[in-house]
């Protein structure tokens, strides 16, 4: 059973590389990032056609969540949108429960720049994330929290770390809030997996950011700990990142036995 995430950056014009990604890798759960459509716009007979079913949390040009599914795996129950206690008009988070699976699907804020209103508003929306998470493991033994976090955990998880040290993205308040989800007991399951050095997630549009791997490890699929019992494998594909017209990021693909 294979679980992804992928932020997308606008799936009206990305979704034909969604498409053929589904056909390529064929996983059973496929959380998209950055819509930026609303739920009416979105025609959902493409993916209906390959035996996916969507949950929509969209809103137009900015953020939008999905959770795009296999049809075998049943209709999903205990379907939430945006975090229950956050008063938050963006559209950032979608989670539902297939069976025993609980997955949630985030769009973290960006934050913009330490100095920006929007840095303290993502601290906020952190706060409140965090808290619910806290809940939502206790009640679901079997969780996969997934996602663009718009925070590299570490030094490791970017190009040129002096460049980035303290700035948005990797200030220690940011890194502080991820380290508390795995203090909860969650685990960042590629980095038990993988053993390549600069396996990011995004590479900017400017300068030749992926020719040069000029790139960050942004986004991130955190188990429970029965969740990563059952976990055989988790990678980048970095393929759809080479690809015409591409997203910004790339796909992160969470292997279950």
């Known amino acids: 059973m ?20 589904l056909a390529q890798q064929q996983p059973a759960i496929l959380g998209l990032q950055e819509l930026k459509q609303v739920n009416e716009a979105i025609d959902n007979s493409d993916f209906a056609a390959m035996g996916y079913q969507t949950l929509l949390n969209g809103q137009k040009t900015y953020n939008g969540v999905a959770l795009i599914y296999q049809e075998e795996l049943g ?50 929306w952190l706060e409140a994330f965090s808290n619910w998470l806290a809940l939502e493991i206790a009640q679901h033994p079997n969780l996969v929290v997934m996602g663009d976090f718009n925070i590299a ?29 795995l203090a909860m007991g969650f685990t960042d399951a590629l980095n038990c ?3 390549e050095e600069n396996n990011f997630t995004w590479w900017d549009y400017r300068g030749g950011g992926y020719r040069r791997n000029h790139g960050l490890r942004i986004d991130h699929i955190l188990t429970s700990p029965a969740v990563q019992a059952k976990a055989t494998a988790c990678h980048v594909d970095k393929e759809p ?17």
């Open 241 to 257: 990142r080479g690809w015409e017209r591409p997203s910004d990021h790339a796909p992160v693909v969470l292997t279950l036995a």
């Open 153 to 181: 955990p570490s030094d490791a998880d970017v190009f040129d770390p002096e460049r980035f040290k303290d700035a948005v993205l990797c200030s220690p308040p940011e890194r502080d809030y991820f380290n508390r989800l």
């Open 75 to 124: 209709e999903p129950s205990d379907v939430v949108c945006d975090i229950p206690a956050l008063d938050d008009p963006q559209r950032r988070v979608i989670a539902a429960t297939f069976g025993e699976l609980r997955v949630i699907n985030a769009y973290v804020v960006n934050g913009e720049a330490i100095d920006s209103e929007k840095y303290q508003y993502k601290l906020n």
């Open 2 to 21: 294979k679980i992804a995430t992928w932020n997308v950056n606008s799936l009206n014009v990305r979704k034909p590389q969604v498409l053929s990604w």
């Open 193 to 195: 997996f993988s053993n």
